[in-house]
């Protein structure tokens, strides 16, 4: 995993920067909760990380992710958590979504079947999430799917987090069908937009992980299709 001197500066919000963690309430020293029997097989069975080390492993893992970006929604730390290197045949790329500059990602233009995007694009307002969406239409072709959830609401409206400082839009289904409406009117495409609300519950998800968001905050789950 890069140091973060060796990360390039991204669009993104500053509040993602590395800071002092014990300043934000989305970061939980302790999170053993999250260990489930599921996750305990699979650090045991698949990554062979012993019981007794897993909850030092996946802390450690969770910290240095957090040293590179202040995120509670961070979910790709590479090969570090499964310890898999040398068996999971994947690709990870490092780049900034947000570039139409981005060199790294301009071979992926037009080929990818299905993007999943999950607990990344709420961290913007309308307009970044219009920018985002954009950017990731450019990966598309007829018939691709772009499928993931995010922080939503049932009232769809802007909010500016007093722990975080910047405006972030939160989506029901309806003005998530209206961004990809207007992601289509400005680029020529054409979408098939399908969400849902979800609570956290209904995720699996302790209630008291969103405690310090806005009152109603829920899950938007989301699959466009381009057509």
Not at 157 to 170: A, D, F, Q
Request: net charge negative.
């Amino acid at each position: 995993m890069p140091s973060p001197t060796e990360h390039p500066e991204y669009s993104e919000p500053a509040y993602a920067k590395s800071v002092d963690r014990a300043k934000y309430p989305f970061y939980q020293l302790n999170i053993d909760k999250k260990l489930v029997p599921e996750t305990r097989q699979l650090l045991e069975k698949y990554s062979h990380v012993p019981p007794e080390q897993q909850s030092q492993h996946v802390h450690r893992v969770r910290d240095q992710a957090w040293d590179i970006r202040a995120y509670p929604c961070t979910g790709d730390v590479g090969y570090k958590i499964f310890r898999d290197q040398d068996h999971f045949a994947a690709h990870f790329i490092e780049a900034d979504i947000l570039s139409a500059s981005d060199a790294v990602l301009s071979a992926l233009k037009g080929q990818v079947d299905i993007t999943s995007v999950t607990q990344v694009v709420h961290q913007w307002d309308w307009d970044g999430q219009v920018k985002a969406a954009k950017s990731l239409a450019t990966f598309t072709k007829p018939g691709s799917l772009i499928v993931g959830n995010q922080i939503g609401n049932p009232k769809a409206h802007e909010i500016t987090l007093k722990s975080i400082g910047v405006p972030m839009w939160r989506h029901n289904p309806k003005s998530f069908k209206k961004l990809w409406d207007q992601v289509g009117a400005e680029t020529g495409t054409k979408w098939e937009t399908q969400a849902w609300m979800r609570t956290f519950e209904e995720m699996s998800w302790d209630a008291k992980d969103g405690a310090w968001m806005d009152d109603g905050v829920a899950i938007i789950e989301f699959a466009v299709r381009r057509i």
